[in-house]
Structure formats: structure tokens, C-alpha cells
């Protein structure tokens, strides 16, 4: 199970910043501007994922942004329903 204490900080500490930038395809850069918000793009969810497979960990998903217009419609549309 995934310990949603993780941190961005943390999990690349656990899995080596240079071996997630280079077996991931990203610069310095932008992780370390995931670094810096303690959140890495959806967008890279499904890559990490794969990675972390491969490796034998599980992909802290807690860490990724949410797509939160999907989040903000379904709660919409359970209050329609509710009232």
C-alpha cells in the first residue's frame, strides 16, 4: 500500500531523481518544479505508473494533480440527483 505521507521529495529520494528524470524522459526542470508544488502532472501519472511496475513499487497517486473541472462536475451532478 501506498503511504500517503509521501512526498514528491520523498518518493524521488526513494527512487533516485536522476534515475526518474532519465527513465521517465524529464528535464531537471520540470521535476523540479514538481519539486517545488510537492505535485507531479496528471499527465504523468500513467508513465510513473508503468515505471514503478517495472521497478516493484507501487505509484504514489496521491502525488499526481487531479483534473479538478471532473471532480467539480460530478459533485454537480450528485447534488442534481440529491435534490
Not at 505521507?5 to 531537471?28: K, M, W
Not at 508503468?50 to 494533480?65: K, S, T
Amino acid at each position: 500500500m501506498t503511504d500517503t505521507r509521501d512526498t514528491v521529495a520523498s518518493f524521488l529520494d526513494r527512487v533516485g531523481r536522476s534515475n526518474f528524470e532519465r527513465n521517465l524522459g524529464h528535464s531537471t526542470q520540470v521535476v523540479s518544479r514538481a519539486l517545488a508544488k510537492n505535485q507531479f502532472p496528471a499527465h504523468w501519472f500513467f508513465s510513473c505508473r508503468d515505471w514503478c511496475a517495472e521497478i516493484g513499487i507501487e505509484v504514489p497517486e496521491h502525488l499526481f494533480r487531479q483534473n479538478v473541472g471532473a471532480a467539480d462536475a460530478s459533485k454537480q451532478n450528485a447534488d442534481r440527483s440529491a435534490a
